[in-house]
């Protein structure tokens, strides 16, 4: 498997609080990827970064930012959860991109927001 | 942005059989499509991709076919096992580096 891991893996908050998911890897791929998943929608992409500091939305961005300082990590933060963002989240990472290159997935964290 | 459709959502088959599973998408500039089997409460991994200059590609007892005028593209699953049930997702890649998912596949294979 490819060096990615996300942390936490599990977490429970509170509506209104924020929450800072990781992604950290180490294949220094340029490309890196949130997602989040929910039955019957798939997998959603969230946020994309294509190099340090470079970043872009994707389809559900509303609720989310992201920041990427270094190559290795890319991190998700909710600065006020709500209900609805209660979902799993995968970081996922490529080498190439939309360039034909395959995407390696985190193992996911499951976030609950009460 | 890319839309991507999968059909169906939910496929139930007899060990020995084969299983398709449908994507339509709707960018023509889309030009990678690969498939992702994701299993019980692990993560999505790659089991097989197409480039947009081919029209089938085969991988043991799994293969994909491409259709880029009518821009859909199918997974091709034979002599089913049970371990071959999981969930599975199509997606589509086109020039912004953006890789869009359909909303998966259900597989179960009934022993």
């Known amino acids: 498997d490819a060096g990615i891991t996300q942390s936490p893996r599990h977490k429970v908050t509170e509506t209104g609080t924020p929450v800072t998911l990781r992604c950290h890897q180490t294949?220094?791929?340029?490309?890196m990827y949130w997602y989040r998943q929910d039955p019957g929608h798939g997998l959603r992409l969230i946020h994309y970064s294509y190099g340090v500091k470079d970043t872009d939305k994707g389809e559900v961005s509303d609720g989310y930012s992201v920041s990427r300082s270094k190559t290795e990590d890319f991190l998700l933060t909710l600065e006020s959860a709500t209900s609805s963002q209660t979902s799993v989240y995968f970081c996922a990472i490529s080498e190439s991109g939309g360039n034909t290159g395959e995407l390696f997935f985190g193992e996911g964290s499951r976030l609950t927001v009460l | 942005g890319e839309n991507v459709e999968q059909h169906p959502s939910t496929l139930s088959v007899q060990e020995g059989d084969s299983a398709v599973i449908k994507c339509t998408y709707s960018d023509s500039a889309s030009n990678y499509f690969p498939w992702y089997k994701q299993e019980l409460g692990k993560r999505p991994q790659l089991i097989i991709d197409i480039r947009s200059n081919v029209g089938e590609k085969k991988d043991q007892r799994i293969a994909v076919t491409l259709n880029k005028t009518a821009k859909h593209f199918s997974l091709h699953i034979t002599e089913t096992q049970p371990e071959d049930s999981a969930v599975y997702f199509c997606?589509?890649?086109?020039?912004?580096?953006?890789?869009?998912f359909g909303t998966g596949t259900s597989l179960t294979v009934i022993p």
């Open positions: 294949e220094n791929h340029r490309y």
């Open positions: 997606a589509a890649i086109s020039t912004g580096n953006q890789f869009y």
